[in-house]
């Protein structure tokens, strides 16, 4: 039995991790997030949630004090604004808690797991592989590979174990209604249209119960290294888009071209995650029509 620390849990990703862990084992759970409190069913008598802010500095000596064998640092900020801002807010929040965190880690000669992007890998020919050539192109994968970065000298200089996934294009329920599919499911079960682009770009859609999996069996087995976490099964948003529609039988909402592509697209967004799966034996169990149809008799968004 040991304790581990998760930030973010109120986030999509560090919400379902903390329920998965929640539902097997005894280990005692420390969530942490800057909200009130922590979006969990139940009261769970294995939990302690902290409201804490892990961009700042501050949080460090309290975090430490609470011993953590294990440190999932899943907390983090998404933004699409080039202002300068939005850039600091991104770095703090991603490079600079990552720092905070790792410090915790040492401290306590904690396991240390951080969830990055594939988007580290840029715009290039996929599929991409751990050693294909990183190549961020906005300041929020920037600051996720900083932030990678940070977790390899930790582990490096201070004989941190340490576990790094870049994750593909997650969707499952309950995500921000702003990403593409969630956008798309909320405009079938609300019977509006849905504009997209020509829908050309490839993404590799992955859902949420294979990349809590993932985290779930690192941390069980203490796995360490870089991974991807993908399907390696790269789709066109128009083929999603027309595969939801489908299953839905109102292809009638799509609007294709109906608006233009960004300034700076991602055309082959593919990850092989053949070395995680060499390495445990993992591999995604949910294609994207099966994660659709989930989405869609859950009627969610």
């Avoid at 460090?60 to 294990?70: F, H, R, S």
């Avoid at 992007?117 to 906005?138: A, H, K």
């Avoid at 390696?232 to 999603?240: E, P, Q, R, S, W």
């Avoid at 300034?263 to 294609?287: H, I, M, P, Q, V």
Wanted: net charge neutral; proline share 3%.
């Amino acid at each position: 039995m040991g304790t581990f620390l998760i930030t973010g849990v109120n986030g999509f990703l560090g919400h379902s991790v903390l329920e998965a862990l929640l539902r097997t084992g005894n280990d005692k759970i420390i969530g942490v997030d800057i909200q009130e409190q922590a979006k969990v069913r139940g009261e769970p008598t294995r939990l302690t949630y902290k409201r804490v802010d892990v961009g700042d500095s501050g949080c460090i000596k309290e975090l430490i004090d609470l011993k953590p064998d294990t440190v999932i640092h899943l907390a983090g900020v998404l933004a699409k604004s080039e202002d300068v801002r939005s850039q600091l807010e991104l770095f703090k929040g991603n490079e600079g808690s990552t720092h905070n965190m790792l410090q915790v880690a040492r401290a306590n000669r904690s396991h240390f797991l951080f969830s990055s992007t594939g988007l580290v890998y840029g715009n290039q020919p996929g599929p991409f592989f751990e050693d294909t050539r990183v190549s961020p192109e906005d300041y929020y994968s920037l600051s996720k590979y900083c932030a990678e970065e940070m977790v390899r000298f930790f582990s490096m200089r201070y004989s941190i174990p340490s576990t790094i996934f870049r994750i593909a294009v997650l969707y499952g329920p309950d995500q921000k209604a702003s990403m593409f599919i969630p956008s798309l499911v909320s405009a079938i079960n609300n019977n509006e249209q849905f504009k997209m682009t020509a829908g050309e770009q490839k993404r590799d859609f992955i859902y949420i119960d294979d990349v809590v999996s993932a985290f779930c069996m690192a941390v069980r087995n203490s796995v360490t290294g870089l991974y991807n976490l993908g399907t390696g099964n790269a789709v066109k948003m128009i083929d999603a888009a027309n595969m939801a529609m489908s299953i839905a039988q109102k292809n009638d909402l799509l609007k294709v071209g109906a608006l233009p592509y960004r300034e700076k697209e991602s055309w082959e967004y593919n990850l092989n995650s053949e070395k995680f799966k060499r390495r445990t034996g993992w591999s995604a169990e949910t294609d994207l029509k099966s994660g659709l149809e989930k989405l869609l008799k859950l009627k969610a968004y």
